[in-house]
């Protein structure tokens, strides 16, 4: 039985998709992430950073949205959720995973985790303002990638799908943030992920 530390709306979300769509059994640890809160002491004892999410797999934790939903659906090839590892796909499928975590992620950390990168209140705009411009970048680079495709790897329905669709929830228009619509291909990707009853479950889309 797998156990998921989570918190509503955060990058937890992902993976917890990826357990419904695979159907193995797990238990949510719902968990306090707000800035100076304290935090669970068992998540620390997992992850010392504190944040979610965090999957326990009897002795073994880990941390890290991607490297959760790539071990989970490696760990359950009958979901279809990744291309194998001798499957054309399977390259630009990690790279994808990563650069979600590795970029776009840290574009929107520019707005909800500012103070992480800069020094001061004084820089707070400039951080945040460059945030918007980041978002701008990132999603107008995976659109682009993304151009005529049904899905943004291969030919099926896969992980990166599904943080694709977690990352769009995140966007803040009120904020700065560019709209999903301005990018219409990862849009129409993110509308189809939206579709599945998993994902409607998870992001309680009614
Ligand atoms: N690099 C981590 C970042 C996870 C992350 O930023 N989680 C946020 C929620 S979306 C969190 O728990 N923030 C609380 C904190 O950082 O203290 C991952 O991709 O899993």
Redesign the pocket.
């Given at each position: 039985m797998y156990q998921l530390f989570w918190?509503e709306?955060?990058?937890?979300c992902g993976p917890r998709v990826v357990l419904e769509e695979i159907g193995a059994p797990y238990t949510l640890v719902a968990t306090e992430?707000g800035?100076g809160k304290p935090?669970d002491p068992e998540l620390l004892a997992h992850n010392p950073?504190?944040?979610?999410?965090v999957l326990l797999d009897g002795d073994m934790a880990m941390?890290?949205?991607?490297a959760?939903s790539i071990f989970l659906a490696d760990r359950h090839p009958g979901a279809g959720l990744a291309p194998g590892p001798d499957e054309a796909a399977r390259g630009p499928y990690l790279q994808w995973m990563v650069y979600l975590?590795n970029t776009l992620?840290i574009a929107y950390?520019l707005t909800?985790?500012w103070a992480r990168y800069c020094s001061g209140e004084d820089a707070r705009p400039s951080v945040q303002q460059r945030s918007c411009e980041r978002l701008r970048e990132v999603w107008g680079f995976i659109d682009d990638a993304i151009g005529e495709r049904t899905w943004f790897v291969g030919d099926h329905f896969s992980a990166v799908d599904i943080h694709l669709h977690m990352l769009s929830t995140w966007l803040s228009p009120e904020m700065g943030h560019p709209e999903l619509s301005d990018f219409p291909n990862a849009a129409r990707i993110a509308a189809r992920v939206a579709e599945r009853s998993s994902v409607r479950l998870v992001h309680q889309l009614g």
């Amino acid at each position: 039985m797998y156990q998921l530390f989570w918190a509503e709306g955060s990058a937890a979300c992902g993976p917890r998709v990826v357990l419904e769509e695979i159907g193995a059994p797990y238990t949510l640890v719902a968990t306090e992430i707000g800035a100076g809160k304290p935090r669970d002491p068992e998540l620390l004892a997992h992850n010392p950073n504190g944040w979610v999410p965090v999957l326990l797999d009897g002795d073994m934790a880990m941390h890290e949205a991607s490297a959760i939903s790539i071990f989970l659906a490696d760990r359950h090839p009958g979901a279809g959720l990744a291309p194998g590892p001798d499957e054309a796909a399977r390259g630009p499928y990690l790279q994808w995973m990563v650069y979600l975590s590795n970029t776009l992620q840290i574009a929107y950390q520019l707005t909800y985790h500012w103070a992480r990168y800069c020094s001061g209140e004084d820089a707070r705009p400039s951080v945040q303002q460059r945030s918007c411009e980041r978002l701008r970048e990132v999603w107008g680079f995976i659109d682009d990638a993304i151009g005529e495709r049904t899905w943004f790897v291969g030919d099926h329905f896969s992980a990166v799908d599904i943080h694709l669709h977690m990352l769009s929830t995140w966007l803040s228009p009120e904020m700065g943030h560019p709209e999903l619509s301005d990018f219409p291909n990862a849009a129409r990707i993110a509308a189809r992920v939206a579709e599945r009853s998993s994902v409607r479950l998870v992001h309680q889309l009614g």
